[in-house]
């Protein structure tokens, strides 16, 4: 399987998650915390536009300064970042250059969380090695371990891998 921005997030945020989407083990349709992250991208979708889709990857919104990443909350930034530092990176590839912005939308809370990140040449080689870990990570016979954190309770993947 060829490496997205779901990969990416999910090898920051947990490898095990990382390893069985990417060798589809989907257990994401059923998972309540994956359809609240559906539902608010389409209702905060202010521009009127889609999720626009590039080759392997989907953008939530493209405008002539920013790639914008719309994220339900800030309960794991770094995943986000890679993920959004990795959808410049397909741009850029393609002659489009942008800067990056994570939007974070939490319930009850009236004001987003916005974070800036530029695709700098340090970022972009420590990216590439993040890649070729990860397509390591796939080739792998054997799944990660569990992490057992307070996160795992959250995630589409619990019952696969506690019950």
Known sequence: MRVNGTLVNYYFHCKRQCYMHGNRLNLEDNSEQ???????????????????????????????????????????????????????KVLKDMGVLRKGKLEFVEKGKSNKKVLYFDLTQEAEAELEKYIEEIQNLLGQEKIPEVVNKAQCKKCAYYEYCYI
Do not use: M, P
Request: net charge negative; hydrophobic share 40%.
């Open 34 to 88: 994956v359809k609240i992250g559906k539902a608010i991208h389409e209702e905060k979708n202010d521009s009127g536009q889609t999720e626009i889709a590039l080759d392997n990857i989907r953008l939530d919104r493209l405008s002539d300064e920013y790639l914008t990443e719309v994220k339900k909350s800030d309960a794991d930034v770094n995943a986000a970042k890679w993920q959004l530092l990795f959808y410049l």
